[in-house]
């Protein structure tokens, strides 16, 4: 079965401008979480979802936000972007929240803010 | 509050075992991972343990302690293939909290 698929897979994009990214977990899963990964950070929660809820958010500011929908597949959002913000974005699919199962990556979006 | 501590770094030679060791203060606990990074990659999932014990899978190894907050993973048979970052990782509620990872050096 297909695994955890992000789209795009690299993205240029500029100060001030806004980005959308995609997240389709592994069939069947219910949740998705996504990450930032940087190199000075290590792989940081960004929030998580489950059945079109956002059950858990990590320390980041408003300009990231996110979505998911009824097929499970989610979508996240940073607007304003700064310089900071490029880094790999990475979303996890796991059958159900809260724990006790299993989580996957996909091969992540690469972000840079130029 | 949430600490996840791991070596930096590790060298083995090919051929060899190595452990990882991972200890862990976090305020939840529903479970510990360990991943696989090869540079410029994605994650990829190689252990889960949540109740205390060994669980073999191979040439991998993943031990928890959970009254002693600790962790290990154990590679066997070391190939050069092995050289890549392995991130120890709790989840607490529906989050993962991450180490900053061991950057494992396999040489000849």
């Known amino acids: 079965k297909a695994g955890v698929t992000q789209t795009p897979r690299y993205l240029i994009k500029t100060r001030g401008q806004q980005v959308t990214l995609s997240c389709s977990p592994i069939s069947g899963h219910r949740s998705v979480s996504w990450y930032q990964q940087t190199p000075g950070q290590g792989l940081q929660f960004l929030f998580e979802?489950?059945?079109?809820?956002q059950r858990n958010k990590g320390n980041f500011p408003g300009r990231f936000s996110g979505r998911q929908f009824s097929n499970s597949r989610s979508e996240m959002n940073v607007s304003t972007l700064e310089l900071g913000d490029s880094a790999l974005y990475l979303c996890a699919s796991s059958l159900d929240w809260g724990g006790g199962t299993e989580a996957f990556f996909g091969q992540g979006t690469r972000l840079t803010v130029v | 509050g949430q600490n996840i501590d791991q070596p930096t770094e590790m060298t083995a030679t090919e051929g060899a075992i190595v452990q990882i060791n991972c200890t862990y203060q976090?305020?939840?606990?529903?479970?510990l991972f360990w991943y696989q990074q090869h540079a410029g990659e994605a994650p990829t999932f190689l252990s889960y343990?949540?109740?205390?014990g060994l669980e073999e899978k191979g040439r991998f190894s993943s031990f928890l302690s959970r009254s002693k907050g600790y962790s290990y993973l154990l590679l066997k048979e070391l190939q050069m293939k092995d050289s890549a970052s392995y991130l120890c990782?709790?989840?607490?509620?529906?989050?993962?909290?991450f180490g900053q990872g061991t950057e494992l050096s396999v040489k000849p």
């Open positions: 343990n949540v109740l205390d």
């Open positions: 976090t305020s939840g606990f529903n479970g």
């Open positions: 990782a709790v989840r607490e509620g529906g989050k993962l909290i």
């Open positions: 979802y489950f059945s079109e809820t």
